[in-house]
């Protein structure tokens, strides 16, 4: 899978850069393909001392990376708009994106987003393989096949509630019960496997 991974630069202390790598590392140990070089060593000044042709020519290389990506991961315990252009960009494009963020430092304004493709996740640097695995792995869902059907407030409501109470995004809990259905449905997997 291609990732493209963002996180703030600007106003960041030196420890949070640690973090940064660890996420790229996890990300291609789980055998992902990742743009980082974008934001892993940069600093406010290196960017600051960019001429205005070079930041354009950058500028340019990002959206081709954020297009060609399957999915976008972003650090987002420090506020930056950049951060937040480019998982607005990504959500515009029905990417998804995974929005990982430190204990204490939950980015408020992205959890009232409330998209389909947009997972917001606490991680800590020492679960953060478990983290990103399980995740992807739900990224990787709403982006094989999208379905839309209207539902009544009441069942809004039960779904808002199921994904608070249990972290989980309301495609996620929709899609373990349509597996779960599938796995019981013996009619079904009868035809299915008669047919192949």
Do not use: C
């Not at 990787?140 to 539902?151: C, E, L, P, S, Y």
């Not at 509630?161 to 019981?184: C, H, T």
């Amino acid at each position: 899978m291609k990732i493209y991974f963002t996180a703030a630069i600007t106003d960041v202390p030196a420890p949070q850069q640690d973090n940064y790598l660890k996420i790229v590392g996890e990300l291609k140990i789980l055998g992902h393909q990742v743009v980082a070089d974008h934001i892993l060593g940069k600093t406010a000044q290196s960017l600051a001392s960019q001429s205005e042709a070079d930041a354009l020519r950058i500028y340019r290389k990002l959206i081709v990376w954020k297009n060609q990506a399957d999915l976008v991961v972003a650090e987002t315990s420090y506020p930056s708009f950049g951060v937040g252009q480019e998982i607005s960009y990504a959500l515009m494009h029905e990417k998804p994106v995974i929005a990982l963020y430190l204990p204490e430092r939950k980015p408020h304004l992205l959890t009232a987003i409330g998209q389909e493709y947009l997972h917001i996740v606490e991680y800590a640097p020492e679960t953060l393989k478990r983290t990103l695995s399980d995740y992807i792995d739900f990224a990787k869902g709403v982006a094989d096949t999208r379905f839309n059907f209207f539902i009544s407030p009441d069942l809004g409501s039960f779904l808002d509630w199921i994904s608070k109470k249990r972290k989980l995004p309301r495609a996620v809990f929709l899609r373990q019960l349509i597996e779960e259905d599938l796995r019981k449905n013996k009619q079904y997997l009868r035809e299915t496997k008669g047919s192949k």
